[in-house]
């Protein structure tokens, strides 16, 4: 036997060494939480890949245990198996690959179509782009709904809070925002957690029916769902946004709602004993979804100026906007939409109280055409409400006050639009001009709804655009308003 020759043909580069891994061992599970021991070096929002093939997210970090969300359960879950860290945080598909599927929070599909194709992924949590990474909101975004439009408007960029009792037609309007984009060039992102099944099925079918599954993803966290699931969602959809955002795309998306995330949160939180709050809310339900809503912005020309405009859902209980949730969210977007009971009950749908809502920036995006000619109408309308419960009590009034009366009805049969019937931009310019020039006051109200028909089809046919001057669209007004 030769010395020289070694014992084992090792490579020349390999080095020898000891490689430390942890295994820890599941102490106890239960409703859709684990508390893991044994993995000291594990950190917050890390997977764990568990023996017998389940997953879960480290949610939790306790001196001697910690504690985690489960992602995927197996049958064989159980006290006593070993788990072991994947180094990796949770991620999801992105990219036009789930244009019109539907997916749950982990990325599955949920369509019983293939997985989507192996592409590029997002982090489900990531810091919000910097500040100076930003731009101003300076592009509408239209919702096709002719109060919002004229007088709640919104930005691309901008987190507009939709807030109401359950019932009002909350969905029915993030719905109809989501079909107007049909004409403009923004993806949309309809986030639905706990949720019951035969609701997401109506939203799925709508879209289907309006051709809007072409460019539009649902993520979807039902109500029997995990409550790790329904936590997560919203954060899945987020991120599946940012990423047209950040390749320059305009994106819309719909949390619908975030009663129901604050909820699956606190549920967790409680099952993970972290010491509860107001109204057993743990302590950083406000930074759950500030950092949420803070990842919704518009970029600046030099990182792509895409934007992810987002519509948060949340329910009040009796109209009770100064609970804990509604109020959290009121100061974290830039204006809510406010549905109201008693214009529901009405028949004033959709049920849109102008005196409650605000857009606190959409105002700065709005076109200056629709701008000018909105402008009045707000004030007209308040004056209105307030003259209206006035002459409740049977005062005799002027004939100034009289025609003041009459306008202001004109203008609540105005407001009263069908569900999935959005209007325009120039329909939009044309209803303002003809209000404004009172065109359409000696309609008789139950007509005024046929008369919007005439200048929304007239408005669709014409060659005008919002830039065109004021006395051709007042012509063209006029004549679409003689010819049935
Ligand atoms: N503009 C409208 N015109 C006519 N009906 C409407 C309009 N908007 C909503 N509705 C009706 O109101 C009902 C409730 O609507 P929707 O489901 O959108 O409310 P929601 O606030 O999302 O309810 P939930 O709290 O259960 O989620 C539906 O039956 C819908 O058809
Ligand atoms: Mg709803």
Redesign the pocket.
């Known amino acids: 036997m030769t010395p020289d020759k070694p014992l084992l043909d090792i490579p020349e580069d390999y080095q020898l060494g000891l490689r430390v891994s942890e295994e820890g061992t599941v102490i106890s599970v239960g409703d859709g939480i684990i508390w893991v021991q044994g993995l000291p070096s594990a950190m917050m929002d890390e997977v764990l890949e568990l023996e017998d093939g389940s997953r879960a997210l480290v949610f939790l970090l306790d001196p001697e245990k910690l504690g985690a969300i489960v992602l995927e359960q197996k049958a064989t879950l159980s006290s006593g198996i070993s788990a072991r860290r994947s180094g990796r945080r949770l991620d999801i598909h992105t990219g036009d690959s789930l244009l019109g599927r539907v997916l749950d929070p982990l990325g599955q599909p949920l369509d019983g179509q293939p997985a989507p194709a192996n592409g590029e992924r997002g982090l489900l949590e990531v810091p919000s782009p910097p500040i100076l990474n930003r731009d101003f909101v300076s592009r509408p975004l239209y919702t096709g709904n002719r109060i919002i439009d004229s007088q709640i408007p919104i930005g691309k960029g901008q987190r507009q809070l939709i807030v109401?009792?359950?019932?009002?037609?909350?969905?029915?309007?993030a719905?109809?925002c989501i079909l107007r984009q049909q004409s403009e060039d923004v993806i949309c992102i309809y986030v639905s957690v706990g949720?019951t099944r035969s609701?997401v099925a109506t939203v799925i079918e709508t879209l289907r029916e309006h051709d809007a599954l072409s460019y539009t993803t649902l993520v979807v966290a039902e109500a029997n769902e995990l409550c790790g699931c329904r936590y997560l969602a919203p954060f899945a959809g987020c991120a599946i946004a940012e990423h047209w955002m950040q390749k320059g795309r305009d994106t819309l998306i719909i949390y619908?709602?975030l009663t129901q995330h604050a909820q699956a949160y606190r549920e967790l939180s409680l099952l993970l004993h972290r010491p509860p709050g107001r109204e057993a809310y743990p302590g950083d339900i406000f930074y759950l979804h500030s950092r949420l809503l803070e990842r919704s912005t518009v970029l600046a020309p030099q990182y792509g100026g895409g934007s992810m405009t987002a519509l948060p859902?949340v329910?009040t209980k009796q109209g009770e906007i100064s609970s804990y949730i509604p109020t959290n969210l009121i100061s974290i977007t830039d204006g809510q939409i406010y549905?109201d009971q008693k214009l529901?009950a009405a028949g004033i749908?959709?049920?849109i109280d102008v005196t409650r809502s605000v857009s606190r920036i959409g105002g700065k995006a709005q076109h200056p055409a629709i701008k000018k000619e909105a402008g009045r109408i707000r004030l007209d309308y308040l004056q209105f409400l307030e003259l209206e419960a006035f002459t409740r009590f049977g005062t005799r009034l002027e004939p100034a006050m009289e025609a003041k009366l009459k306008r202001g009805r004109v203008l609540r049969e105005i407001m009263i639009?069908?569900?999935l019937s959005p209007v325009d931009a120039g329909a939009q310019l044309a209803w303002l001009i003809a209000y404004n020039e009172q065109r359409l006051d000696d309609w008789p109200p139950k007509q005024i709804g046929a008369a919007l028909g005439q200048l929304q089809s007239g408005a669709d046919g014409s060659d005008l655009t919002l830039d065109s001057p004021r006395e051709q669209w007042l012509k063209a007004i006029d004549h679409w308003l003689h010819t049935p």
């Open positions: 109401g009792d359950s019932g009002l037609g909350k969905t029915s309007l719905i109809d949720q609701n619908d709602d859902v329910e549905l529901f749908l959709p049920a639009q069908d569900r």
